[in-house]
T-cell receptor, first 112, second 113 residues
Framework: RKEVEQDPGPFNVPEGATVAFNCTYS??????FFWYRQDCRKEPKLLMS???SGNEDGRFTAQLNRASQYISLLIRDSKLSDSATYLC?????????????FGGGTRLMVKP | DGGITQSPKYLFRKEGQNVTLSCEQN?????MYWYRQDPGQGLRLIYY???????QKGDIAEGYSVSREKKESFPLTVTSAQKNPTAFYLC????????????FGPGTRLTVT
């Protein structure tokens, strides 16, 4: 089983729709969680952090469920520019320091 | 402007040849990383370095080598021992205090035939 798993999609949604992605992680020692965005054939960029209490940034809301070991990303009022691949990132601490593990990404396509 | 540069953007090589990918950063970050991304897959860590003249293997280090002679530079050599070298290679850097916030270069697409 992969340490971090995501539904690869693609999720095809119309403009204005609300869409949610989940990401599950297997290592209960994981400490920190983030969402990155990657546009087609470009480098990933940090989108937002994920906290147990939830984290909202404009139309984006990230949530962590430690009991079920998953994180989620909710996008409201989707825009064409939201089309991208969303990567979840899980961090755990080991002997070498903080170790990041990236999920395979979920592809979102927002259509007019 | 601060950032990370990778060159070249596209690279073509014949099987059996070693090739070195460049990565330079002027963000004054201590930590640097090399990842490989294959179609439809996440990023897999090849090597990382937290200090000059020191580096550690990541999850898929076999067939690769790195050096960290300067804080700003972290070149990756893809050797002929790497069985499937064709991929998108991404270099990243971060501060040691905020390793979760990694800044990526634009990547190098390597094709080996």
């Amino acid at each position: 089983r992969k340490e971090v798993e995501q539904d690869p999609g693609p999720f095809n949604v119309p403009e204005g729709a609300t869409v949610a992605f989940n990401c599950t992680y297997s290592n209960s020692a994981s400490q920190s969680f983030f969402w990155y965005r990657q546009d087609c054939r470009k480098e990933p960029k940090l989108l937002m952090s994920v906290y147990s209490s939830g984290n909202e940034d404009g139309r984006f809301t990230a949530q962590l469920n430690r009991a079920s070991q998953y994180i989620s990303l909710l996008i409201r009022d989707s825009k064409l520019s939201d089309s991208a691949t969303y990567l979840c990132v899980v961090i755990r601490l080991d002997n070498a320091g903080n170790m990041l593990t990236f999920g395979g990404g979920t592809r979102l396509m927002v259509k007019p | 402007d601060g950032g990370i540069t990778q060159s070249p953007k596209y690279l073509f090589r014949k099987e059996g040849q070693n090739v070195t990918l460049s990565c330079e950063q002027n963000l004054n970050h201590d930590a640097m990383y090399w990842y490989r991304q294959d179609p439809g897959q996440g990023l897999r860590l090849i090597y990382y370095s937290q200090i000059v003249n020191d580096f550690q293997k990541g999850d898929i280090a076999e067939g690769y080598s790195v050096s960290r002679e300067k804080k700003e530079s972290f070149p990756l050599t893809v050797t002929s021992a790497q069985k499937n070298p064709t991929a998108f290679y991404l270099c990243a850097s971060s501060s040691l205090d905020f390793t979760y916030e990694q800044y990526f270069g634009p990547g190098t697409r390597l094709t080996v035939t």
